[in-house]
């Protein structure tokens, strides 16, 4: 980023260069904020989301803790990681599950009264404290209707921040700091998987999409433009001192994951749908929170997805038959299971095996 920036040369406010969604009037404008930051993870959502709260967001306590795969930290609430894991283990969907179907099912879940008691309440104890709360976790995407109905329900307006990144980069990322449990193939449809339906579930609502390189390169006028889209005061009224903040948090070098399909091997009808995938999702981050021109073409996007995931499945169906045969389990361990065939040979035995009874301990779905 260059030499530190003084205060007065590091705006926050809002910026002519871009048209954002107009304000609505003081009158109609609740007194509370619920911020929620959708993307994948490995994707940029934690400095995004450390950026805000260093301006004056509340992050609800306890956080997860930092570890080396982010060691700035996560910036997000325990409470919310563990809600959401709960109800992806209820729903049997994993964090970056790439069946579209999969939608659905944590929908439903997210239909019990319970759980939306639940939030409304946690949700309420929260506002107490601050009325401006930011709420970021990988998983967030899989209920954030949830999270907005329940929102509107304690007197809070929602606001949604999508931060994206290449998919190459994202996937690297992940096999990086994650190993390779999941393999790059599922990794990428994840991600496509994510980024159609994340798009989709936010169309109709104030958001705005933030390219992670853009946070490296520029944190100040990516900050300025997004509190400009979503009318955020934190943002728009932060003192020199909380910016000051944010410039020593932002660590360049903590980025090392290259935007290139070079080291994998994609399928070049996945590869191709993802890129076009990131194309649009930079449209936004680029041209505004308003996504009519480019609807066709994210809908086109995700029936592709669909079909392309459909096919497979079909092509597979032998494959999904024969490991769901009684007694096939014990002949073909879940530890053998768990890695591609590819990386195998790669990955020891024993570690494949702790890491299989680790998932179970957690309640990772035997898929």
Not at 91 to 118: M, S, Y
Not at 238 to 258: M, T, Y
Not at 266 to 281: G, K, N, Q, T
Not at 318 to 334: K, Y
Request: glycine letters at 6%; aromatic letters at 8%.
């Amino acid at each position: 980023m260059g030499a530190p920036l003084s205060p007065e040369h590091m705006p926050i406010g809002p910026s002519e260069e871009h048209n954002a969604t107009p304000p609505a009037p003081a009158s109609e404008t609740p007194r509370r904020t619920l911020l929620l930051v959708a993307g994948s993870g490995r994707s940029g959502t934690s400095l995004f989301t450390g950026i805000l709260a260093r301006l004056g967001f509340h992050v609800p306590q306890p956080e997860v803790v930092a570890d080396s795969t982010n060691p700035r930290g996560f910036s997000e609430s325990k409470w919310v990681v563990d809600f959401h894991t709960r109800l992806l283990n209820r729903a049997g969907v994993q964090v970056a599950d790439a069946r579209p179907g999969a939608w659905a099912l944590t929908a439903n879940v997210a239909l019990d009264e319970a759980v939306k008691q639940e939030l409304r309440d946690w949700l309420e104890e929260q506002f107490r404290q601050s009325d401006d709360v930011v709420i970021k976790d990988p998983r967030l995407s899989w209920f954030l209707p949830l999270w907005r109905a329940c929102g509107e329900e304690v007197g809070a307006v929602a606001r949604f921040a999508t931060v994206v990144r290449h998919p190459a980069a994202v996937v690297e990322s992940k096999q990086r700091s994650y190993g390779n449990w999941q393999g790059e193939i599922d990794r990428t449809a994840g991600w496509v998987n994510q980024s159609l339906f994340t798009e989709r579930a936010t169309r109709d609502h104030r958001r705005s999409v933030v390219r992670y390189d853009d946070l490296l390169d520029d944190w100040t006028k990516t900050v300025a433009r997004v509190g400009e889209e979503l009318d955020l005061a934190v943002v728009r009224d932060a003192p020199a001192q909380l910016i000051v903040q944010v410039h020593e948090f932002i660590d360049r070098s903590l980025s090392r994951s290259r935007a290139t399909w070079e080291d994998f091997e994609i399928p070049a009808s996945l590869r191709a749908l993802a890129d076009e995938v990131w194309e649009l999702m930079s449209d936004l981050a680029s041209n505004g929170p308003e996504p009519d021109p480019a609807v066709e073409r994210f809908e086109s996007a995700r029936a592709a997805y669909v079909e392309l995931y459909e096919d497979a499945e079909a092509i597979a169906q032998s494959s999904i038959v024969a490991a769901r045969r009684p007694g096939r389990r014990s002949r073909v361990p879940r530890a053998v299971r768990l890695v591609p065939k590819r990386y195998r040979r790669k990955v020891p035995l024993r570690w494949r095996v702790t890491v299989a009874r680790a998932l179970s301990r957690r309640g990772v779905p035997n898929t």
